[in-house]
């Protein structure tokens, strides 16, 4: 093998490439993970060669490789280099974006090459292959599909590596044999034209990051330095950014404070196809839940509540009771996210129980209400979806088996349906006449885990009212979770794309 540097910073290499096209070579680009090069690569790279004089490879940086748990297995300085010992390859270099538009429009290739698994992608506008066309037509390139069997690194990785522990390994074989990974994608495009209603408290969460310095020298308490702040669209505003990405046709119904309404702010935070409608109470401001976080970990030190959690005015109830008697019949899907601030009365939730044609609830468990916000004040629901803490608190049990309190709940409820999510152990899931089922987690990378629970919920109510089996449900709503613990508080939504991606590759 000839020893030629052919690793080089995309920059340079755009330099070194120009000069190549200047003295007439015609340049092609190949563009991937790479996390394990395999016969079907090399075949596709072979083709690729045959459209061109120069074959670049380019590769995505580590930290924008979305293929769920574990990966990529190989550092992208590897992957690099392993690539440039192919005779085949002539240049590599590490893309650090999200898609190849950045090194296309640096590089110019004559011919961007991918597998004929992504032709079908680039009539799509929510592809990153769609815009990878666009780029490449745009420097008068083209585009070219190689027709090489398809066998992709995931499989062979899920094959071979032990990208998940024993328990986690074992589920995924047994599910695996049910569903694939097409099944789970059919899913999600199932519930896209699903109308749903998202009723429950406002909050909108503010992060002060901090760095703590010591102790002070009069009390016990630790000083800290003040760096930033952010604000995020919370509580029911999360939940309504998380199921818009999956269903089109989404409204929200809250209630914000006078005092400090913060509307600007929300409305501009909320996606454009969220319709909202708003009452207002006058003895407060919209809660704003302050947590005073240390920069470093994320582990946060503080939390200030500024709210009213006491029954709204009758006044405003009755204008929240007229705007949901009017909206919910519209809806095929109902969500209560109930935080017990004030928002949902006993009147309230009756109502919506009665009126809902599908109506999934949460009562969240926070400081405020502890104890006070037990899921069986609902008196019906068609899916119930908890946490384990709020299920034990509902049941009044803290030690037993979970299993008995969650068929206890959902028989209460009369709901056919349940979800218990327990945080780093999954979920288990219940189906009246299935019994119950244990989903274990995929990933343990943990950022933050505030608002795993309310996207686990926003996501699984539709795909529960669609009638999906709960094992499915349960699956989904794991991966859910697993993107959602990688978010900073409510920093961003769970979008469908990058969930697909993680899905893909954890059932290949
Ligand atoms: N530490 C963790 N490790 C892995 N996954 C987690 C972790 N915490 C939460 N999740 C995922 O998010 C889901 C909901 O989180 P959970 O903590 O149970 O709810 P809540 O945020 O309402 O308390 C879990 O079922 C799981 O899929
Ligand atoms: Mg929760």
């Not at 390139?141 to 094959?159: H, I, K, W």
């Not at 109506?359 to 899921?375: D, S, W």
Request: proline residues 4%; contains cysteine; charged residues 25%.
């Amino acid at each position: 093998m000839e020893n030629k540097k052919k690793v080089y910073p995309i920059d340079e290499l755009a330099t070194q490439i120009e000069a190549l096209r200047k003295d007439g070579k015609r340049i092609v680009q190949c563009h991937g993970c790479f996390d394990l090069l395999h016969a079907g690569h090399l075949k596709h790279f072979e083709t690729a060669k045959k459209e061109g004089d120069i074959l670049v490879v380019t590769v995505t940086s580590d930290r924008f490789v979305n293929k769920g748990p574990g990966r990529p297995v190989f550092p992208h300085q590897i992957r690099a280099e392993t690539l440039a010992a192919l005779d085949l390859v002539d240049f590599v270099a590490v893309c650090d974006s999200p898609s190849a538009v950045h090194a296309i429009e640096l590089l110019r290739p004559d011919v961007y090459v991918k597998g004929k698994n992504y032709a079908d992608k680039c009539n799509d506008v929510t592809t990153n292959t769609f815009e990878e066309k666009q780029a490449v037509e745009q420097y008068g390139g083209r585009m070219f599909f190689t027709l090489e069997t398809v066998f992709g690194s995931s499989s062979l990785l899920n094959q071979y590596f032990e990208l998940y522990p024993r328990e986690v390994q074992l589920f995924l074989e047994d599910f695996r044999k049910r569903y694939s990974a097409e099944d789970v994608l059919r899913a999600l495009e199932g519930i896209r034209g699903l109308k749903v209603l998202v009723v429950g408290d406002a909050v909108v969460d503010e992060y002060h990051y901090v760095s703590p310095m010591g102790r002070t020298s009069k009390s016990n308490i630790v000083a800290s330095r003040f760096l930033s702040d952010e604000s995020f669209a919370g509580g029911i505003f999360a939940c309504a950014n998380h199921v818009a990405g999956f269903c089109d046709d989404v409204h929200l119904v809250t209630c914000l404070g006078l005092r400090d309404t913060k509307e600007g702010y929300i409305r501009q935070n909320l996606k454009s196809n969220v319709k909202t409608s708003f009452v207002y109470r006058s003895d407060c401001p919209t809660t704003v839940k302050r947590r005073y976080v240390d920069r470093l970990n994320l582990s946060k030190l503080f939390e200030v509540y500024f709210f009213e959690d006491a029954p709204m005015p009758d006044e405003t109830e009755d204008q929240l009771v007229a705007t949901l008697e009017k909206l919910l019949p519209e809806y095929d899907v109902v969500i209560s996210l109930d935080y017990a601030h004030g928002f949902l009365s006993q009147r309230t939730i009756n109502l919506i129980v009665e009126r809902s044609k599908f109506l999934a609830v949460n009562t969240q468990t926070n400081a405020a209400n502890i104890g006070y916000n037990p899921v069986v004040k609902y008196p019906r629901a068609d899916y119930v979806c908890i946490d384990e803490p709020e299920l034990r608190l509902a049941t009044r049990d803290r030690f037993g088996a979970i299993e008995p309190l969650l068929t206890s709940v959902v028989e209460k409820l009369q709901s056919p349906k349940g979800v218990v999510t327990r945080g780093h152990n999954g979920c288990l899931v219940t189906e009246a006449g299935k019994g119950l089922t244990h989903i274990p987690v995929m990933s343990q990378k943990i950022v933050d885990t505030v608002g795993a629970g309310d996207a686990f919920l926003a996501i699984t109510a539709p795909c529960v009212a669609s009638g999906l089996p709960m094992e499915l449900v349960g699956f989904i709503g794991n991966a859910v979770g697993a993107k959602a613990v990688t978010i900073v508080g409510n920093r961003e939504s769970v979008e469908p794309i990058p969930l697909i991606q993680t899905i893909k590759a954890i059932m290949a």
